[in-house]
Each structure stands twice: as C-alpha cells, then as structure tokens.
C-alpha cells in the first residue's frame, strides 16, 4: 500500500467542501509527474489534504475509491483524475513549519518539491504527520 498527499488552494476546493461532498472527483492536474502519481494510487490507499496557499497545512485524510481514469475536463485526453472519500479530520492540522522542523521528515516531497501538487509518502512520513497532529 502506498501514501500519498493531495494540495488544494482552499478559495478553489478545501477540506470543508469535501467534507459537504463526502466524495471527490481529483481532476485538473497538469503536471506530468503530478499526473503519474495519480495513475499510480490504487483503491483504498490513504491520501493526506493539504491546504496550499492559504494555510499551508494538513487538515485531513481521504482514501482512494477509484482508479485513475480519463480527467472528463480534459478534451485532448492526455490527462487523468481519480476519485476521493472523506476518511476523517486531523485531530489538529499539521502546519508546513511543524513539517520543516520535524528531523523525520526533512526528505519529504512537499519539502523538496513544493510546487508539485500530488505527491507519494513514504509509511513512516504519514505516520509522523499524523503523530504531529495527534500531539
């Protein structure tokens, strides 16, 4: 089983939209290393919400339920989007300084490649994120 970490602006999509929709379709990704990511996540992988932008922190956990598949907002059909249920909100959120100064998990992507917007973790990086918030 794989992790991941899905970014939304909050004024676009936040975790308090997803949580009125209760599920989600993830489409409108157009980086290619965002969008291999996205055909990698299979059926009930865990997947953190972090709020870009504004915030700029980890708010909740979502869990895939379907398979990449063609993005229908795309009309030249190169890009692909997967669907999203709520699992639950973070106890606290996990602000990106908390991130930045926990030595567990300094080799994180949302560190190292900021601007990607899906993003693979490693077990032991979620499961440091969700101790933080559980602290």
Known sequence: MSFWLVKSDPS???WEMFLKDKKTVWDGVRNYQARNNLAAMDIGEKVLFYHSDEGKCIVGISQVTKKAFSDPKD????????EFKVVKTLKKPVILEQIKLSNKLKDIALIKQSRLSVISLKEKEFDEILNISNK
């Open 12 to 14: 676009s999509y936040s």
């Open 75 to 82: 009309k030249e059909g190169k890009w692909i989007a997967v």
